[in-house]
């Protein structure tokens, strides 16, 4: 009998604060934080494939993201 663990979905890393932004969807005012978004594919929880990879800055208070 052979078990294969397969993984796939959409990772995000946070990478520090961002800027000072008013949020289009909430329309607060706030520091936002940069994260690094990416979809993984991974094969016994070791991550194999990364692609579509993109930072954005997301509203600490509602979650809206830009890309920057």
Do not use: D, I
């Not at 991974?42 to 920057?68: N, Y």
């Amino acid at each position: 009998m052979v078990f294969l663990l397969l993984g796939f979905g959409t990772k995000r890393e946070h990478l520090g604060p961002g800027a000072t932004r008013t949020c289009p969807n909430c329309h607060t005012t706030s520091r936002w934080s940069r994260v690094r978004q990416y979809r993984q594919f991974s094969l016994f929880f070791v991550p194999v494939a990364r692609w579509k990879r993109r930072e954005l800055e997301v509203c600490g208070v509602c979650g809206a993201a830009v890309e920057v």
